[in-house]
């Protein structure tokens, strides 16, 4: 394949297995796409699916499963953990192998075109997609959830970059987007009840509160279980490295007597993650990547 | 390439550049033989090459390999703190695609008879490739280094399974074998000067010595650094973990006072490796091995 673009949509369903399966069909059957993972998480009501394909056909895939998600998904119903603004949540693009983050940002804009014109669902564009400076920042185009956006999208500062500037009835709206390889979904589970512990640890680590730049996070419940979990993005892990993120939150928790029991890679995550995890719990001298086996065979 | 061997021979030579190069150059000319990896030690005065191709590639690649170390070493003036029985100390064929481990045998035994023939050089079959039961761990084979060999390769018991029962009078005498994909050299560095004290962490770790079953392990002195290691074949990753090993060092290391400073990958290791070390330092959930970005895409 001479061009290779990722995209990780997520879909405000993680219980009704029957929907999910639904709406990864749309995907897995256009031509030239393969998929990568599915991972649905009960509590935070959400899935997360990763493809990957030509340009074209990942905004196909995209665009189909949007629309089996309009279908299926009504947002009059939903409730989950994770802050969300419609069925179709978000859809990032990601450059992999012979794409240009400008090519992702212009499949942003064809597919929220796409979404708007044919599904009547207002479409914000975030991240490297942003049209307005205020709509870089995820969370801040995410600040509403569905359920206050109803309202507050009438203000001209929320007003959609595609679409109408009103939710749809049942799929609300959507956030499309281009961002880098080097973004990596994070969760961190902790053995206590208490979800004010997990706020206070996720504000010790995010940006927006003297954490670490490149981290977004949330404490919340996972009432199936009866923890708690610190809920991260991480923007870039080569700045700011999942083993770091990871020991401050061991250390914060720690402070309250309570222990890291677990984490997550929510999807995927690049090779290189994993390696400086290595490299730096095993304190490895001289290391290069090619030292890695397989390293040397890929594609 | 339908059939994927990988071949790591280690020579007893780490310091002189020219003569590591002339080694390398012999094996990187050889069509069809993509090399990994080339790793010398000043103080071990030895050089780990890891290369790949057909069968009779590699083997032709060994063997040229060989004359040329044969060439250019002489045991008569090398010193080093790694144990070795010749210029070409070692020579393992490890499948890695579409070969059996009884082909990696075969070709164990064709070089071995090839080196023998033509260079007169002693030859060990070990590790699967082994004819005598006694032979089949590498550190029996190499109980006795070059100097002490000489006389004791007289002995019945200390015949090769190739060549004369006498050494070669430069290059001393080469040990060939078969092993699996699952080994892994590792060296881990402690922050003195007592070698006591790696050889006391050493026997800790060690099968032979009530340790893990996998594990081989020397203490040696660093001398350029001024530091002490624990020097290791790690023969079985999936059994015995890096991370498992390495905690244990650090712990009997404390019990002296003394620091782990760093480790080593000695080569190359399969991915799955480092991943089983991100996995247990993170605490990973349900991790699976596809959610490595780049494993959905080897050759």
Same mark, same amino acid.
């Given at each position: 394949?001479? &061009? %290779?673009?990722?995209?990780?949509?997520?879909?405000?369903?993680?219980?009704?297995?029957?929907?999910?399966?639904? !709406?990864?069909?749309? !995907?897995?059957?256009?031509?030239?796409?393969?998929?990568?993972?599915?991972?649905?998480?009960?509590?935070?009501?959400?899935?997360?699916?990763?493809?990957?394909?030509?340009?074209?056909?990942?905004?196909?895939?995209?665009?189909?499963?949007?629309?089996?998600?309009?279908?299926?998904?009504?947002?009059?119903?939903?409730?989950?953990?994770?802050?969300?603004?419609?069925?179709?949540?978000?859809?990032?693009?990601?450059?992999?192998?012979?794409?240009?983050?400008?090519?992702?940002?212009? %499949?942003?804009?064809?597919?929220?075109?796409?979404?708007?014109?044919?599904?009547?669902?207002?479409?914000?564009?975030?991240?490297?997609?942003?049209?307005?400076?205020?709509?870089?920042?995820?969370?801040?185009? &995410?600040?509403?959830?569905?359920?206050?956006?109803?309202?507050?999208?009438?203000?001209?500062?929320?007003?959609?970059?595609?679409?109408?500037?009103?939710?749809?009835?049942?799929?609300?709206?959507?956030?499309?987007?281009?961002?880098?390889?080097?973004?990596?979904?994070?969760? !961190?589970?902790?053995?206590?009840?208490?979800? &004010?512990?997990?706020?206070?640890?996720?504000?010790?680590?995010?940006?927006?509160?003297?954490?670490?730049?490149?981290?977004?996070?949330?404490?919340? &419940?996972?009432?199936?279980?009866?923890?708690?979990?610190?809920?991260?993005?991480?923007?870039?892990?080569?700045?700011?490295?999942?083993?770091?993120?990871?020991?401050?939150?061991?250390?914060?928790?720690?402070?309250?007597?309570?222990?890291?029991?677990?984490?997550? !890679?929510?999807?995927?995550?690049?090779?290189?993650?994993? %390696?400086?995890?290595?490299?730096?719990? %095993?304190?490895?001298?001289?290391?290069?990547?090619?030292?890695?086996?397989?390293?040397?065979?890929?594609?």
């Amino acid at each position: 394949m001479e &061009k %290779l673009v990722e995209c990780v949509p997520n879909f405000s369903e993680g219980r009704r297995q029957e929907v999910i399966d639904a !709406i990864v069909d749309e !995907i897995r059957n256009v031509q030239g796409i393969k998929l990568l993972d599915v991972q649905s998480d009960k509590n935070h009501n959400r899935t997360v699916i990763t493809f990957v394909g030509e340009p074209q056909s990942a905004k196909l895939a995209a665009f189909k499963a949007c629309v089996k998600a309009t279908e299926l998904i009504d947002m009059e119903k939903h409730k989950g953990e994770h802050r969300r603004i419609g069925a179709t949540d978000v859809i990032p693009f990601v450059p992999v192998w012979g794409v240009t983050m400008d090519e992702c940002v212009q %499949l942003a804009n064809e597919l929220s075109q796409e979404i708007a014109e044919k599904l009547n669902i207002p479409v914000y564009l975030y991240q490297e997609a942003a049209k307005i400076p205020t709509r870089k920042r995820l969370p801040d185009v &995410k600040k509403f959830e569905y359920e206050d956006l109803k309202t507050e999208i009438n203000k001209p500062e929320r007003h959609p970059d595609y679409g109408p500037p009103h939710l749809h009835p049942t799929a609300g709206a959507t956030a499309v987007g281009a961002r880098d390889f080097l973004y990596i979904a994070y969760n !961190i589970n902790l053995d206590t009840h208490d979800v &004010k512990i997990a706020k206070k640890i996720a504000n010790a680590i995010r940006e927006t509160k003297g954490g670490y730049k490149y981290v977004r996070a949330m404490g919340v &419940k996972l009432e199936d279980r009866n923890i708690v979990q610190v809920t991260i993005n991480m923007l870039n892990f080569k700045e700011t490295p999942l083993y770091r993120v990871f020991e401050t939150v061991k250390s914060e928790a720690a402070r309250y007597g309570v222990n890291v029991i677990g984490s997550e !890679i929510v999807g995927l995550a690049p090779l290189q993650a994993f %390696l400086d995890v290595a490299e730096f719990y %095993l304190r490895l001298e001289g290391f290069e990547r090619r030292q890695v086996f397989e390293d040397n065979f890929w594609q």
